[in-house]
């Protein structure tokens, strides 16, 4: 019975530990930033998970990983959406900003 308990401890920690060494390298966004050392700076990574967030609020089914991966459909996206003050950022990477006629 001791044994069964220590192997079932044993198997949990190192699960724990999985997880948790898993979780340390994984990357945090607040929005379009993500947090380095507990400071937000601005990446593509990041701008490019929270564009495919927004375009869901707008109905779009679209993955941060397609969005990454996949420039024409960005690029899609950006056009019917890249007004959006939250997005501008991320959809100046692919859409043209305007000429200034001056």
Do not use: W
Not at 51 to 56: D, F, I, K, T
Request: hydrophobic share 35%; proline share 5%.
């Amino acid at each position: 019975m001791l044994s069964s308990d220590a192997a079932r401890l044993c198997f949990m920690t190192g699960a724990f530990v999985l997880a948790a060494a898993t979780n340390a390298g994984a990357i945090e966004c607040r929005e379009d930033y993500q947090i380095v050392q507990g400071r937000p700076i601005s990446t593509p990574y990041c701008r490019d998970g929270y564009l495919a967030e927004v375009a869901r609020q707008y109905g779009y089914k679209i993955s941060a990983e397609t969005m990454r991966n996949n420039p024409s459909r960005k690029e899609e996206i950006c056009r019917f959406i890249g007004d959006d003050i939250r997005v501008q950022t991320a959809c100046s990477e692919v859409t043209p900003l305007p000429h200034d006629s001056h």
